[in-house]
T-cell receptor, first 112, second 116 residues
Framework: EDQVTQSPEALRLQEGESSSLNCSYT??????LFWYRQDPGKGPEFLFT???AGEEKEKERLKATLTKKESFLHITAPKPEDSATYLC?????????????FGTGTLLAVQP | GAGVSQTPSNKVTEKGKYVELRCDPI?????LYWYRQSLGQGPEFLIY????????DSGLPNDRFFAVRPEGSVSTLKIQRTERGDSAVYLC??????????????FGPGTRLTVL
C-alpha cells in the first residue's frame, strides 16, 4: 500500500537556524514527489516536484532532495515568514489516476 | 491569472441536509481533483476528473458523495444526508492533462464544511 510518513510532526526553530524536514515514502512506481506549503486557513501552495533519485531543486531558502526511499526539505537560515505546515505527497505510475497521496505534514514555527 | 476558486468559503449545515460545494479551476486545466482535509491531517483524495468524466472516484467514502463536471470546467461536489463526520475542509485542485507536469496540482482555498 502506498504510504507517506513525515517527520518531525512539529519543529520549532530560531530565525537563522537551518534544519531539514523528512518525508519517507513507499509507493509501487514513483511518478513524482511533491512538496507543498500550507498556511492556516488556506489551500496547499505548490513548491517543488522531484521525479528521480538524485534530483535537487531550490527556491529561495528551500532546497528539496530525493532518494529512492525519502525526500528532504532543507531550510537554510529560515525567517519567521517560513512558518507554515509543509506537506509531502507522492504520485504513482499506472492506472487512470493522477491522485496525490499526502503525508500528515510538518508544522514549522520560526521564532524571531 | 486567476487561481482555483471555491465557493462557499464556509458552509454550516444540519445533520441530514444536502450540500453542494463548487470549484472553478484554472482556465485551460483539463484535470480537476477533490480532496478532503481533516484537522491535523494531510489532504485525502476523493475524486479525479479528466475533462467531463470521472477517471478515478475510488476515494469517495460512500454513495452519499457525488461529483459532476458537466462541461469540463466547473465542478460541483454534492453530499446527501450529511453526517457530523463529514465536517472537514474540502479542497479542489486543478492541473494540466495526464502528461508530465500533470502532478503539479494547484489548490483552491477550500470550503470549510461544518455539520451540526
Amino acid at each position: 500500500e502506498d504510504q507517506v510518513t513525515q517527520s518531525p510532526e512539529a519543529l520549532r526553530l530560531q530565525e537563522g537556524e537551518s534544519s531539514s524536514l523528512n518525508c519517507s515514502y513507499t509507493v509501487s512506481g514513483l511518478r513524482g514527489l511533491f512538496w507543498y506549503r500550507q498556511d492556516p486557513g488556506k489551500g496547499p501552495e505548490f513548491l517543488f516536484t522531484l521525479y528521480s533519485a538524485g534530483e535537487e531543486k531550490e527556491k529561495e531558502r528551500l532546497k528539496a532532495t530525493l532518494t529512492k526511499k525519502e525526500s528532504f526539505l532543507h531550510i537554510t537560515a529560515p525567517k519567521p515568514e517560513d512558518s507554515a505546515t509543509y506537506l509531502c505527497a507522492v504520485q504513482r505510475y499506472g492506472g487512470a489516476t493522477n491522485k496525490l497521496i499526502f503525508g500528515t505534514g510538518t508544522l514549522l514555527a520560526v521564532q524571531p | 491569472g486567476a487561481g482555483v476558486s471555491q465557493t462557499p468559503s464556509n458552509k454550516v449545515t444540519e445533520k441530514g441536509k444536502y450540500v453542494e460545494l463548487r470549484c472553478d479551476p484554472i482556465s485551460g486545466h483539463t484535470a480537476l481533483y477533490w480532496y478532503r482535509q481533516s484537522l491535523g491531517q494531510g489532504p485525502e483524495f476523493l475524486i479525479y476528473f479528466q475533462g467531463t468524466g470521472a477517471a478515478d472516484d475510488s476515494g469517495l467514502p460512500n454513495d452519499r458523495f457525488f461529483a459532476v463536471r458537466p462541461e469540463g470546467s466547473v465542478s460541483t461536489l454534492k453530499i446527501q444526508r450529511t453526517e457530523r463526520g463529514d465536517s472537514a475542509v474540502y479542497l479542489c485542485a486543478s492541473s494540466l492533462g495526464r502528461s508530465q507536469g500533470a502532478g503539479e496540482q494547484f489548490f483552491g482555498p477550500g470550503t470549510r464544511l461544518t455539520v451540526l
